[in-house]
């Protein structure tokens, strides 16, 4: 069965970091790019980085560049975003997702950041 399943969301406080994890089965992980999604409450589903399949290139949308970190462990079928700094703007559920073959979306991770 090919699945994505995210971890690691939680409550922090502002400043705070956080690191998320994604581990997929089923499929050929290493072949395959990853992406990172986050909703908001109220709000529609959002690009927020993703990272090709070797780790040598990745993407940030502008409003979280500089503060979270994209990587992958391919022996370890391991998708990370580690967040620094966070905002409570940030506040979402957070997805990893396949968009190519296969199509997948994990079930999301609730991260939320309030003082």
């Known amino acids: 069965q090919e699945q994505l399943v995210e971890s690691g969301g939680g409550i922090v406080q502002p400043g705070e970091s956080l690191t998320l994890s994604c581990e997929g089965s089923?499929?050929?992980?290493?072949?395959?790019?990853l992406n990172w999604y986050r909703q908001a409450p109220g709000k529609g589903r959002t690009f927020v980085a993703s990272?090709?399949?070797?780790?040598?290139?990745?993407s940030y949308v502008d409003v979280v560049k500089g503060r979270f970190t994209v990587s992958r462990d391919n022996a370890k079928n391991m998708l990370y975003l580690q967040m620094n700094n966070l905002k409570p703007e940030d506040t979402a559920v957070y997805y990893c997702a396949s968009l190519g073959a296969p199509s997948l979306w994990g079930q999301g991770t609730q991260v939320t950041v309030s003082s």
């Open positions: 990272i090709d399949r070797d780790g040598g290139s990745t």
């Open positions: 089923g499929f050929m992980f290493s072949w395959t790019a």
